[in-house]
């Protein structure tokens, strides 16, 4: 019985160890079996992701807190790409929340960063870029540490898309080539990720307005999707061909493209990029003044944005239908559906989107004659305007201040490295010393050199410092397309100017006082519009060096914003104001502006008064109100006929009956004769102002 027992005891532990090891080992293979029906699942989302996305949640159903966490991470990770793609950003948001709750509990760093990764990618898509930045630029050195480089081409693809959103195009060019040199190191599917960076690239070309360049990686990226058959990519790739056809006034090409997209993502189930493509189609219409197409296109982008969730989406398709239907003479639903979307936006803090949309709103009063309600909303773009020029100024301002200090650390570094090794080498010369006195005063001679060379570096190194503030200060008041000076400049000047309450006799500021000229371009979106950016920049190029070899140089010339100049003429009287005025008209109008093989007509309108205006003290009439005035006569000259300007020159009755009605409305003050008014006509363009030529 002893020996029965003993030998019986070793059998069976042979056998249960067995039976383990195969367990392990159906364990291992069914977890691989898991992850590569994922992966075949994400490979068919790129041909039909309705279906895709049905089979994945069917599979996820079959998974509980047994199954290992490596499965649930990746099945979390595509649900989440599948559901943006399907308009599900709940559930998009949902997968990545619980991918975030299971990294955590597992500890895993590199699952934790791609979850804060995918919810920087829902925020952007949600229209939160700012929060979307900064909490993937929170994320960047935690990542680069310790993440793998799926979570690094994870989070540099929506760091590019969050900087693209805010307007920072090199930093997101930046992101997203670095994104495209870790597409090549994938292990699945670098194609498929190659692909993606090559279309996030395109849109930032296509935001920078480089034609050229954006479609080069367009057909890069659609020679790549036909190859592997991605339905998804060769719809997004179509819509940005179209975007760019677009903006080059190539009509027919856009919506040949955006019918090739629309159709394959109808077919596939691309809930998200079918609504960006009804938005475009809408807007095609627009410039066509298509009015009614454009109805019922952006109607058909607003039921899909609500749908996919984009709340960017959603107010561009309320604009949209707005200006359609105002389009249509019907003025109060337009207005009705374009405040929709203005306040959509700007409860999202997307403020340029903002902009654009009361800048179509008021060209649509002034096109349908409501002029006193375009006033208001030309008034209250103007405020945007500011806030986004001081907002990018202070962006841009910190930017530099960041690289000098970085700049400035850098040379800390590197002067305590010298000063180290200074002090190493003191340290070794003294040793020396003691040795061979001969190679003691070689040592020296030596010291005394680098020395020398140190001295002529540093030297150089403060001499670069001085020209780089120079720049910035150069910069700080100069706009960078024109070379004119900027607003700030001339904030900075009327902090300076002086008054007879500073030490000049009122007398003399009443003889000789200053001038004030705003000038607007006519009809420059227009030009914008059917000739592109480009061209419209060449033209302000132009305008701006046109108007500084009219003024006399002690004249300041300024860009006020946008196509709106501003002339201060320093003791100008009103005749000779009025003969500038002529002269700066005709300057700008006798010659079309002549930018590559296109000719166009340009002309302006102004406002123009003295300041002190009409004998009044700086007190009752300030250079803001006076600058508000002038900007109410040159909307009087845009209202009858445009290139022309109306100047100010005195009140008719007295201060406390005239100003108050004076600083809200021009025409009201001149029916009641409460102030003197003359007009300068300028010249009579040699072409036809509404549609520019080709030589």
């Known amino acids: 019985m002893a020996i029965s027992l003993r030998m019986a005891k070793p059998g069976w532990f042979i056998a249960f160890a067995f039976i383990v090891l195969l367990w392990g080992h159906a364990d291992v293979a069914a977890q691989q079996s898991a992850v590569e029906q994922i992966d075949a699942i994400y490979v068919q989302s790129e041909h039909d992701n309705a279906q895709a996305l049905s089979r994945l949640l069917e599979l996820g159903q079959s998974f509980d807190t047994r199954t290992p966490y490596v499965v649930r991470r990746e099945f979390l990770k595509v649900s989440t790409f599948l559901e943006i793609d399907a308009g599900n950003v709940k559930d998009a948001a ?6 975030k709750f299971l990294a955590k509990e597992q500890n895993d760093v590199s699952g934790l ?17 700012s929060a979307a930045l900064a909490k993937l630029v929170e994320l960047e050195p935690v990542a ?3 993440a793998d480089v799926e979570v690094l081409w994870h989070l540099y693809f929506f760091l590019g898309k969050a900087q693209l959103a805010v307007g920072r195009f090199e930093p997101a060019l930046e992101s997203l080539l670095k994104c495209l040199q870790f597409s090549e190191q994938q292990k699945k599917h670098p194609k498929i990720e190659r692909l993606k960076a090559l279309n996030r ?3 930032v070309y296509i935001a920078m307005k480089n034609w050229d360049k954006s479609l080069d990686v367009i057909r890069e990226a659609l020679v790549l999707a036909k190859e592997i058959d991605s339905q998804k990519m060769l719809a997004t790739l ?18 040949t493209a955006n019918n090739q997209a629309l159709k394959i993502a109808r077919q596939s189930g691309f809930t998200g990029i079918e609504a960006t493509l009804l938005l475009n189609t809408g807007d095609i219409y627009l410039r066509n003044h298509s009015y009614t197409l454009a109805e019922r296109w952006s109607r058909q982008a607003l039921v899909k944005n609500k749908e996919a969730g984009d709340q960017v989406g959603v107010a561009i398709a309320h604009g949209n239908i707005g200006i359609a239907l105002m389009g249509q003479g019907k003025i109060a639903e337009g207005v009705a559906q374009a405040r929709a979307g203005i306040k959509i936006s700007h409860d999202n803090e997307a403020t340029s989107d903002e ?6 709103l008021g060209r649509m009063y002034e096109q349908a004659g409501m002029y006193r309600e375009a006033v208001a909303t030309i008034r209250e773009q103007q405020q945007l305007s500011d806030q986004l020029f001081r907002v990018a100024r202070e962006r841009a301002v910190a930017s530099l201040q960041e690289q000098f200090d970085a700049a400035q650390r850098q040379k800390q570094i590197e002067l305590l490295a010298r000063e180290n090794s200074l002090k190493d080498a003191e340290i070794r010369n003294h040793s020396l010393q003691q040795i061979v006195s001969l190679l003691a005063t070689l040592v020296a001679i030596m010291a005394g050199a680098f020395l020398f060379l140190m001295y002529r570096r540093v030297r150089h190194t403060n001499q670069r410092l001085v020209e780089v503030n120079q720049q910035l200060e150069f910069h700080s008041v100069r706009d960078p397309l024109t070379g004119l000076y900027n607003r700030r400049s001339f904030l900075e000047l009327m902090k300076r100017r002086p008054s007879a309450s500073v030490g000049e006799r009122r007398e003399d500021l009443l003889e000789f006082p200053d001038g004030l000229m705003i000038l607007d371009i006519d009809h420059f979106k227009p030009i914008n519009d059917s000739l592109g950016h480009a061209v419209g920049d060449a033209v302000l190029v132009e305008v701006a060096r046109r108007l500084r070899a009219t003024v006399r140089d ?3 010339v300024m860009r006020w914003g946008g196509e709106e100049f501003l002339v201060f003429s320093p003791k100008t009287n009103a005749s000779q104001l009025k003969g500038l005025a002529e002269r700066l008209l005709h300057a700008v109008g006798e010659k079309p502006v002549v930018v590559g093989s296109q000719t166009i007509p340009v002309t302006v309108t102004g406002g123009f008064l003295s300041l002190p205006f009409s004998g009044l003290t700086e007190v009752e009439c300030s250079w803001e109100k006076a600058m508000q005035i002038a900007d109410l006569a040159l909307y009087l000259g ?6 022309r300007a109306y100047g100010l020159t005195r009140l008719l009755a007295p201060f406390a009956q005239a100003m108050p009605v004076l600083e809200h409305d021009l025409a009201a003050a001149l029916q009641a004769n409460l102030v003197e008014l003359i007009e300068v006509v300028g010249p009579t363009p040699s072409v036809n102002l509404a549609s520019p030529t080709h030589i």
């Not at 960063?113 to 870029?129: F, I, N, R």
């Not at 179509?238 to 080059?248: A, H, I, P, T």
Request: aromatic fraction near 4%; avoid cysteine.
């Open 201 to 203: 690239l395109s849109h």
């Open 238 to 255: 179509y819509l940005n061909q179209g975007v760019v056809y677009s903006s080059q006034a190539r009509l027919d090409d856009s919506v």
């Open 554 to 556: 002690s004249d300041m």
């Open 113 to 129: 960063a791609l979850a804060t990764a995918l919810e920087g990618g829902l925020l952007v898509q949600d229209g939160k870029s």
């Open 144 to 146: 680069v540490k310790d």
């Open 638 to 643: 845009k209202v009858h006929g445009r290139n």
């Open 94 to 99: 949902r997968s990545t929340a619980q991918l």
């Open 355 to 360: 902009e654009d949309q009361l800048a179509e």
